[in-house]
């Protein structure tokens, strides 16, 4: 392969891949959202392996959650971490003055 050719297929990085970018929440509540998510559907297969397979709706409902944030990007479940205590106290720290985690959008 010459040169030129390896020059051309280089994939370059982008410059900032932060993926919270354009997201309404801040990236705490995203990232409490994605830990919530990932337990709930952990417990959730277990129980239907160790327990009854009637817990397999446990992931259906979190799955069908994921499919709804995705097609709509509105996510109840990180609306509602979003107005969880501990995240007030840290939200009015840094963003007073744009009204809490996604300037009012919340609420």
């Given at each position: 392969?010459?040169?030129?050719?390896?020059?051309?297929?280089?994939?370059?990085p982008s410059v900032?891949?932060?993926?919270?970018?354009?997201?309404?929440?801040?990236?705490?509540?995203?990232?409490?959202?994605?830990?919530?998510?990932?337990?709930?559907?952990?417990?959730?297969?277990?129980?239907?392996?160790?327990?009854?397979?009637?817990?397999?709706?446990v992931p259906m409902?979190?799955?069908?959650?994921l499919v709804f944030?995705?097609?709509?990007?509105?996510?109840?479940?990180?609306?509602?971490?979003?107005?969880?205590?501990?995240?007030?106290?840290?939200?009015?720290?840094?963003?007073?003055?744009?009204?809490?985690?996604?300037?009012?959008?919340?609420?």
């Amino acid at each position: 392969m010459t040169t030129a050719a390896m020059n051309r297929t280089t994939v370059k990085p982008s410059v900032s891949p932060d993926v919270y970018a354009d997201a309404p929440h801040s990236k705490t509540v995203m990232r409490q959202t994605q830990a919530l998510i990932g337990v709930t559907l952990l417990a959730g297969v277990a129980a239907a392996y160790f327990v009854s397979m009637a817990w397999v709706v446990v992931p259906m409902v979190i799955g069908l959650g994921l499919v709804f944030a995705g097609a709509s990007g509105m996510c109840p479940m990180a609306s509602l971490i979003a107005r969880m205590p501990w995240n007030h106290a840290a939200e009015t720290k840094h963003h007073a003055s744009s009204g809490g985690c996604c300037g009012g959008r919340c609420g």
